[in-house]
Each structure stands twice: as structure tokens, then as C-alpha cells.
Nanobody, 128 residues
Framework: QVQLVESGGGLVQAGGSLRLSCAASGRTFSGYAMGWFRQAPGKEREFVATINWGGSRTYYTDSVKGRFTISRDDAKNTVYLQMNNLKPEDTAVYYC?????????????????????WGQGTQVTVSS
């Protein structure tokens, strides 16, 4: 089981930027797709972005395309979420998660139910 710890959240004005980090430990990080999700108050958790194990493919929910970038550094066992041009509707707790399957086919988008390890979350608040 991998342990995931998110950091980098905070309070930012609309139009600002934040970079979230998710550090993994306890198990091999390489070979596993990683994802970012978020949950706003009173709403269900939603998918934000995912990156395959090789870093060659990324997928984003429509509302963040062109503003957010997911990346990974396997040497540091870390996945990142660069968030630019933040909007008040991006306010949420952001979670990173790891695929349960190693070396999943790179072109396959990991279904949410296949993310088996989750971090504790980091709060992002965007003021208008």
C-alpha cells in the first residue's frame, strides 16, 4: 500500500496560481498511473486530472483544460498539479490517488474505482 501526502494548497485570488505536490512512499511509485480529484463543500468528489505511468498521456476534466497541468517525477516519487488562472469554482479539497494496477496500458484512462490509495487532501481556496 502506498502512502500519499499532498501539499501546496492555500488561499489565492482569482487569476492566481498554485502548484500542488503529492509525495508517495511505502511502495514503488513508478509504474502506476496517478490522479488528482477534488471535492467542494456539499458536492461529490470529482475527477480533475490523471497521468499514465510513463508520463506520456494526461487527461483532464473539461473545466480545467488549458489551466491545469499534471506531471510526475518518478525520481522524487511525486506527482504535481500546476493550477493557473484559478477561479472561485476551483475551491475544494484536492486529493491525489494512485492506480491499483501497475503498468496499466498507457492509453487507458483509469476508472475512478481503480484508484485504491488516497491522500488526506489539501485545501485550495480561491477568492473572487
Amino acid at each position: 500500500q502506498v502512502q500519499l501526502v499532498e501539499s501546496g494548497g492555500g488561499l489565492v485570488q482569482a487569476g492566481g496560481s498554485l502548484r500542488l505536490s503529492c509525495a508517495a512512499s511505502g511502495r514503488t511509485f513508478s509504474g502506476y498511473a496517478m490522479g488528482w480529484f477534488r471535492q467542494a463543500p456539499g458536492k461529490e468528489r470529482e475527477f480533475v486530472a490523471t497521468i499514465n505511468w510513463g508520463g506520456s498521456r494526461t487527461y483532464y476534466t473539461d473545466s480545467v483544460k488549458g489551466r491545469f497541468t499534471i506531471s510526475r517525477d518518478d525520481a522524487k516519487n511525486t506527482v504535481y498539479l500546476q493550477m493557473n488562472n484559478l477561479k472561485p469554482e476551483d475551491t475544494a479539497v484536492y486529493y491525489c490517488a494512485a492506480d491499483v494496477r501497475r503498468y496499466r496500458a498507457p492509453a487507458v484512462v483509469v476508472p475512478e474505482q481503480d484508484f485504491g490509495s488516497w491522500g488526506q487532501g489539501t485545501q485550495v481556496t480561491v477568492s473572487s
